[in-house]
């Protein structure tokens, strides 16, 4: 048996490759999307370790080429359910029970094949059924799945080395990190790879065992996702992946006896009605669940009137249109003094014009589809809304068509109401809308970003003045767990920036640092006395 101590040392951000014309890894990436579109693929579940393709067929298409089949997985049963349950629950002890380095180095070893041979065959995945291009692939499915992996098990070792600070003489205080008593449940969502990876994978690294069901769009990645898990050597059972519909999950997951807790990224209303739902239940279950979730968010832009114009443009278009504004953080309402409005305006439609949109194979297009012919109906929707209200100009796009792709041009929205449908709900999709104060409305223009969304996820402030800043930065501390001073406000960096939000947001509890390790951990104390004592009296009973 080894006795060796072992030591993770500080991790690095995975680099992030060019994919510049004539690059090795752009010829490597264009040969895994031409094998991928090659062949029709089955995408089993993975339950215990074994393959199971039972249950509904479903056809999986790129969302920018809906014509072409990809594959096909099978839509899971109540009886999947109960079987990805039981092999959780097998392989606890066993999982539990292996030396946290031993468990860190399966995902070590996953960070450096992903980095290596997995490399084109993960990018090409997120490209194809999640409609990302090349960039965006390469950020998420690489190198910030790397980062996760990397910094989670340093995150752990320094966890696992805090101890009580003092021992008294014949006494020994330890502390140690148990994997909460049961299963995890996994809830993840199609528009980062790398997040349906971390939520399954951070509290399997702690010593839990989980049961992950992805959403349906993003199934195609996922299963290279556990093809990359088994080959880095973890056990059966430890993550079991199904397909089953989500009530169908949580009527089961929510009235285990062992359910232990839930990891979510998803929708604010599906996360409160988990909540209520695991509520109900509380009386059922061995211990109190922990509920971590990031959900929705109405993420903003606010410029003062002494911002660099140009600056404030770019971070408009790259925050709202990156991943056509699929992501939580991407900025979808702006608030712009009226001073600096006619420069940043004129330089947003500058490079707006010079977007390129199509499919993803094409790496000159900027922007591609949205995920799904639901979202395009209910972007389309908040469109044609603006176009026929009195107080709003789309002085940018507004077109879409769905003919061969789900195609939604960057949308650019002024608004004289504040208040307007576009600046307060959650869109999750490539449209923004600004509104232009008076430059002496500053205060006014602060308090309205604090006070019109539910949501605290992200937002940038825009200033050169220092007092501004600063004075910005407390007015809006609570209006967003990730804050960009001169920034847009998307592009969170594990080990850099920790990602979470408040209020309608989420859990706060910031994927990517140890904050969100301990939520999968149940701490025991332990003291053990040398010396116990063998008289109960104590010294003031001599009187």
């Known amino acids: 048996m080894s006795n060796a101590i072992f030591n993770i040392a500080v991790p690095y951000n995975e680099p992030v490759l060019s994919y510049a014309p004539g690059s090795p890894e752009k010829k490597a990436l264009l040969a895994a999307i031409h094998k991928a579109k090659s062949k029709q693929s089955e995408l089993p579940a993975f339950i215990n370790g074994k393959r199971v393709l039972d249950g509904e067929k479903v056809s999986v298409h790129p969302p920018h080429e809906h014509a072409h089949t990809l594959g096909h997985f099978y839509r899971g049963t109540k009886e999947h359910v109960h079987q990805a349950i039981d092999a959780a629950l097998a392989a606890k002890q066993s999982w539990a029970d292996t030396p946290w380095h031993e468990r860190a180095a399966v995902f070590l070893r996953a960070a450096d094949l992903l980095a290596g041979p997995y490399r084109a065959r993960m990018n090409a995945a997120t490209m194809l059924a999640q409609s990302k291009n090349a960039y965006q692939a390469e950020i998420d499915a690489v190198a910030e799945m790397c980062d996760f992996f990397r910094f989670n098990a340093y995150f752990l070792q320094e966890i696992y080395r805090e101890q009580p600070l003092i021992s008294p003489a014949t006494i020994w205080n330890k502390l140690e990190y148990r994997p909460l008593e049961g299963f995890i449940l996994a809830i993840t969502p199609f528009n980062f790879t790398s997040i349906a990876a971390n939520l399954p994978a951070a509290p399997a690294m702690c010593g839990n065992t989980v049961v992950w069901k992805p959403a349906e769009t993003q199934i195609y990645s996922a299963v290279v996702i556990m093809e990359l898990f088994e080959e880095a050597g973890l056990p059966p059972g430890v993550i079991n992946l199904i397909y089953t519909d989500g009530p169908e999950v949580g009527d089961i997951v929510f009235k285990h006896r062992d359910f232990a807790g839930l990891h979510f990224t998803g929708s604010t209303g599906v996360f409160q009605h988990l909540w209520k739902e695991i509520g109900t239940n509380i009386d059922k279950y061995r211990s109190y669940p922990r509920v971590v979730g ?38 979808s309402r702006a608030y712009i003094s009226a001073g600096l409005w006619p420069a940043v305006k004129e330089r947003l439609l500058k490079d707006m014009n010079t977007l390129k949109m199509g499919s993803v194979e094409d790496f000159g297009n900027f922007v591609n589809a949205v995920i ?61 809308t600004v509104y232009v104060f008076e430059d002496n409305c500053w205060e006014e223009a602060l308090h309205l970003v604090d006070t019109t969304s539910p949501y605290a996820l992200t937002g940038a402030v825009f200033a050169t003045d220092r007092n501004i800043i600063d004075h910005a930065t407390k007015a809006l501390a609570n209006s967003a767990g990730n804050f960009y001073v001169n920034d847009k406000p998307t592009g969170a960096v594990v080990g850099q920036q920790p990602f979470g939000g408040a209020r309608g947001s989420g859990t706060n509890d910031k994927a990517g640092s140890a904050l969100n390790l301990t939520r ?18 104590y010294p003031f009973l001599g009187e």
């Not at 951990?521 to 009296?537: G, T, V």
């Open 294 to 331: 990031e959900t929705g968010g109405k993420d903003f832009i606010i410029a003062h009137k002494d911002s660099d114009a140009e600056q404030v443009a770019v971070a408009m278009l790259r925050g709202a249109f990156e991943f056509q504004g699929q992501k939580c953080s991407a900025a």
């Open 372 to 432: 799904d012919e639901r979202s395009f109906d209910k972007i389309a929707k908040y469109i044609d809304g603006e176009k026929k209200n009195p107080d709003a100009e789309i002085i940018a796009g507004g077109g879409y068509d769905k003919s061969e792709g789900y195609f939604i041009e960057p949308t650019v929205i002024v608004t004289k109401d504040p208040h307007s449908t576009t600046m307060e709900e959650e869109i999750f999709g490539p449209v923004l």
């Open 520 to 537: 999968w951990m149940s701490p025991r104390l332990i003291k053990e006395n040398f010396n116990a004592p063998r008289d109960y009296r």
